[in-house]
């Protein structure tokens, strides 16, 4: 790779250089300021008396996401790796609907066209890489997923066991119709939803729904916890920002000089 590449990959992959923070920051301010613009353009009396100037506000943006998309692209060693990514694709999602809106002409076209802007609403996905603690909440969710699917398969046992005794408990009068309905119940109220619609009237079905609802809290606390206990180890490892050229991945640690996914040299260009 050139140095003005390395240079540029360091500006728009990585944040420990005042370059790549200021990057960052004008990203998200930019990306913030074209969700705000997709938000205003949905209320109608907004858009019928500004609509000419956000459209030409929203064309600036995908302009400037255009040309960030397109660097992405050139200052990588293989710039398939990116645009087959989960942020190239996203990246892409969010500039072709004003694109494509310049080919949708006449009124029938209209409905389409309003659900095309609809996918603009994608930048805001572009926000996570550049929220730091998101990749070590999303290495802990995945390191914590098997222990997550236990407990949720616990917890569907008890609403089977709970709703099977409800029906059993309750009258047909009180809405409890059903075992899938009187599990539809235990689902709501162990998830401290309660929608209402379904009460039971017993003093024996109350004081089970009582046991439900504390243990309620309790479940509600647990995946909490796992997801926590497996954050606190990834935070143990200091790693910095650094993107690597060649296949893109990130999270390596302070000082590493090789990717350890494909041991390619790392962009150390300061």
């Given at each position: 790779?050139k140095k003005w590449q390395l240079r540029l990959h360091s500006i728009i992959y990585e944040a420990d250089t005042p370059a790549g923070k200021l990057f960052d920051i004008l990203?998200?301010?930019?990306?913030?300021?074209?969700?705000?613009?997709?938000?205003?353009?949905?209320?109608?009396?907004?858009?019928?008396?500004?609509?000419?100037?956000?459209?030409?506000?929203?064309?600036?943006?995908?302009?400037?996401?255009?040309?960030?998309?397109?660097?992405?692209?050139?200052?990588?060693?293989?710039?398939?790796?990116?645009?087959?990514?989960?942020?190239?694709?996203?990246?892409?999602?969010?500039?072709?609907?004003?694109?494509?809106?310049?080919?949708?002409?006449?009124?029938?076209?209209?409905?389409?066209?309003?659900?095309?802007?609809?996918?603009?609403?994608?930048?805001?996905?572009?926000?996570?890489?550049?929220?730091?603690?998101?990749?070590?909440?999303?290495?802990?969710?995945?390191?914590?997923?098997?222990?997550?699917?236990?407990?949720?398969?616990?917890?569907?046992?008890?609403?089977?066991?709970?709703?099977?005794?409800?029906?059993?408990?309750?009258?047909?009068?009180?809405?409890?119709?059903?075992?899938?309905?009187?599990?539809?119940?235990?689902?709501?109220?162990?998830?401290?939803?309660?929608?209402?619609?379904?009460?039971?009237?017993?003093?024996?079905?109350?004081?089970?729904?009582?046991?439900?609802?504390?243990?309620?809290?309790?479940?509600?606390?647990?995946?909490?916890?796992?997801?926590?206990?497996?954050?606190?180890?990834?935070?143990?490892?200091?790693?910095?920002?650094?993107?690597?050229?060649?296949?893109?991945?990130?999270?390596?640690?302070?000082?590493?000089?090789?990717?350890?996914?494909?041991?390619?040299?790392?962009?150390?260009?300061?």
């Open positions: 790779m990203l998200l301010v930019t990306i913030l300021l074209s969700v705000l613009f997709v938000g205003l353009e949905s209320v109608s009396y907004i858009d019928a008396q500004y609509g000419v100037y956000l459209n030409a506000a929203e064309w600036v943006v995908t302009i400037l996401f255009t040309v960030e998309y397109i660097l992405r692209i050139i200052c990588v060693q293989r710039p398939w790796n990116y645009i087959r990514s989960f942020y190239g694709v996203v990246d892409l999602i969010s500039i072709l609907p004003k694109y494509i809106s310049l080919l949708i002409v006449g009124t029938q076209s209209l409905v389409a066209l309003k659900a095309l802007r609809l996918l603009r609403i994608f930048r805001i996905l572009k926000l996570t890489p550049y929220i730091g603690e998101s990749n070590t909440l999303l290495k802990a969710l995945k390191a914590s997923r098997a222990k997550i699917l236990v407990f949720i398969f616990g917890v569907v046992i008890l609403c089977i066991i709970f709703g099977t005794l409800m029906y059993l408990i309750e009258s047909e009068s009180s809405g409890f119709t059903s075992i899938p309905r009187s599990i539809y119940w235990c689902i709501v109220t162990l998830t401290t939803v309660g929608y209402g619609d379904i009460a039971p009237q017993t003093s024996l079905g109350q004081f089970l729904a009582s046991i439900i609802m504390i243990l309620g809290y309790g479940i509600i606390a647990v995946p909490t916890g796992i997801v926590t206990a497996e954050m606190s180890k990834k935070s143990s490892v200091d790693t910095n920002t650094q993107a690597c050229p060649y296949c893109m991945h990130t999270e390596h640690k302070e000082n590493s000089i090789y990717c350890h996914q494909c041991g390619k040299t790392l962009n150390n260009v300061k």
